[in-house]
C-alpha cells in the first residue's frame, strides 16, 4: 500500500507498507494507512473457508506445528472478513509527506516519549549497553509503532491470518506467518487466547511479524519467555537487535537536516552515498549552521522534492528504513528521535500552504464538523470514510475543492466561521 501527494510537478510518494518486501506490518503504518482510505465493501469468498482450513491443519503439522496447538488453534475458527476490507481498501485521498509527519511526529508524541524515557530509563541504559542502539532512537520506534503500547491491534492474529491464507493476496507468505504464530504459541511465549494485533500479523510494543519474531525477539529481562506484547524491555530489546542486524553503527547519528545550493545538479537517494568531503564539495552545508561531521559516508535525500527540507542520511537511515522499508517512515522515527533528545522542528518549511495536522488538530476537526451536523461519528482524530466524507461537504460549502483531505486550511475554514 502506498500513499502519494503532488506539489507542483513533484511526486511526493509515502509508501505506509510494503509487504511482499518485508514480512512486517506496524501499526504506525496502519494508522497512516487508515488516515488515507476508506474500507471496501466485503466480497464474495473465491473458496469455502472450511475447505481451506482443513488444508492448513494438514499443513501446519506437517511444517512442525504441534498438533494440539493445531486443534486450538484452528477448533471453530470463522472466517474474519474485516481483514479483506483492509486488504483491499483503496485510498480515499494521496497522503503528502507533511501529513504523515505531522501526525507521527506531533507534541503530544514528543510529550509522551520523553516520559517513556524516564519511565524505561535502566532498561534503555541496558539495551543500549548491549546493541549499541540509541535510547531515543528506540523510544522513538516505539511510538510510531504502536504510539508507546496504547495501539498494539486487536484482530486475532490465527484467525486473521488464516484468513488471509485462505482468500487474501500473497496468500503463501500469510500461510508461512500464520505457521510461525503457531510455532510461537508453542513455545509458550504467547498465549492462544492473548495473540492479537493488526490485521497483518504484526504484533507487541514493536509490532514484528511472526518470522521476524522467531528470527530476532530476544528476553532481555530473562523471565524465561520473550514477550514483545507485555514486556517493554523485551520488546525494546527485541527492536534493538534487529536494527544491530540491519547494520546500526553505535555512536553515529541517523544524519541531520541541510542546504542544498539552487543550482545543485548532483547525486540525490539514499543509496547514492558519498564522503563527507564530497558533499562539502558540491555546496551541501548544515540547516543549522553547524559543522560537517569530519568523516563518514552519507546519501541526499529530499522527500518532498527541491522545494522543501533537504537530508544527509547515513547508514543508521538505512536501518532505520529496513523496519518498514519507506523513506517517510524511517525520517519519522528519526525526526521523531531527534524531538525526544531536545532539537527542534526543520528548518526548512514542507513546499505546502496547507500544512498537516496533529492529532490534537484532527480531533478539533471532528468536533467542529460534528457542531455543523456533517460529521455522526466521534471525535477520536482518526480520519476514517465518514470523515472524509464530512471533510468533502465542508470544503464544497466553503467554496473549495472537494478533497476530503484534513489540512490546516479546512480546520481554519471551520474554526473562523
Not at 81 to 110: G, K, N, T
Request: hydrophobic letters at 45%; one cysteine or more; a positive charge.
Amino acid at each position: 500500500m502506498s500513499c502519494a501527494a503532488k506539489q507542483g510537478s513533484v511526486a511526493l510518494t509515502v509508501t505506509i507498507v510494503r509487504l511482499s518486501r518485508r514480512l512486517r506490518l506496524g501499526v504506525g503504518a496502519l494508522i497512516i494507512a487508515a488516515l488515507a482510505m476508506g474500507l471496501a465493501a466485503p466480497s464474495a469468498k473465491a473458496a469455502p473457508f472450511e475447505t481451506c482450513v482443513k488444508g492448513l491443519r494438514t499443513s501446519a503439522i506437517k511444517a512442525g506445528v504441534s498438533p494440539d496447538i493445531v486443534e486450538a488453534a484452528f477448533r471453530d475458527m470463522t472466517f474474519d472478513e474485516r481483514v479483506l476490507r483492509f486488504q483491499r481498501s483503496q485510498p480515499e485521498y494521496r497522503l503528502a509527506i507533511w501529513d504523515y509527519m505531522a501526525f507521527l511526529v506531533d507534541e503530544a508524541r514528543i510529550a509522551d516519549g520523553r516520559k517513556m524515557l524516564e519511565i524505561e530509563a535502566k532498561s534503555l541504559a541496558a539495551i543500549e549497553k548491549a546493541y549499541g542502539v540509541d535510547k531515543y532512537v528506540l523510544v522513538a520506534l516505539w511510538g510510531v509503532e504502536s504510539d508507546y503500547g496504547r495501539l498494539e491491534g486487536d484482530f486475532h492474529l490465527p484467525r486473521a491470518l488464516a484468513s488471509l491464507a485462505c482468500e487474501g493476496k500473497r496468500a503463501a507468505l500469510f500461510k508461512a506467518e500464520l505457521f510461525h504464530a503457531l510455532k510461537i504459541v508453542a513455545a509458550g511465549d504467547v498465549k492462544l487466547q492473548d495473540f492479537t494485533g493488526p490485521w497483518a500479523g504484526a504484533f507487541g510494543h514493536t509490532q514484528f511479524m511472526p518470522s521476524t519474531y522467531r528470527r530476532l525477539a530476544v528476553d532481555f529481562d530473562r523471565d524465561g519467555r520473550k514477550d514483545t506484547i507485555n514486556s517493554i524491555p523485551d520488546a525494546l530489546a527485541s527492536a534493538a537487535n534487529y536494527l544491530k542486524r540491519s547494520g546500526w553503527r553505535p555512536g553515529q547519528a541517523w544524519g541531520f537536516e541541510v542546504k542544498v545550493p539552487a543550482s545543485y545538479k548532483g547525486p540525490t537517494g539514499r543509496t547514492r552515498k558519498a564522503a563527507i568531503s564530497a558533499w562539502a564539495k558540491r555546496g551541501i552545508r548544515r540547516a543549522d549552521g553547524a559543522a560537517l561531521p569530519k568523516a563518514g559516508s552519507y546519501g541526499l535525500i529530499r522527500p518532498a522534492g527541491r522545494g522543501g527540507p533537504a537530508f544527509l542520511v547515513s547508514r543508521n537511515f538505512d536501518a532505520l528504513y529496513s523496519y518498514n522499508a519507506a523513506e517517510s517512515y524511517a525520517l519519522a522515527i528519526a525526526h521523531l528521535s531527534d524531538r525526544l533528545r531536545g532539537k527542534g522542528a526543520f528548518r526548512t518549511a514542507w513546499p505546502t500552504d496547507d500544512p498537516g495536522l496533529s492529532r490534537a488538530e484532527r480531533k478539533r476537526l471532528q468536533e467542529l464538523l460534528i457542531a455543523r451536523g456533517l460529521y455522526k461519528g466521534e471525535a477520536d482524530g482518526r480520519m476514517g470514510p465518514l470523515t472524509a466524507a464530512a471533510i468533502r461537504e465542508a470544503e464544497k460549502q466553503a467554496g473549495m475543492k472537494p478533497t476530503g483531505r484534513p489540512g490546516a486550511r479546512i480546520l481554519r475554514v471551520l474554526a473562523e466561521n
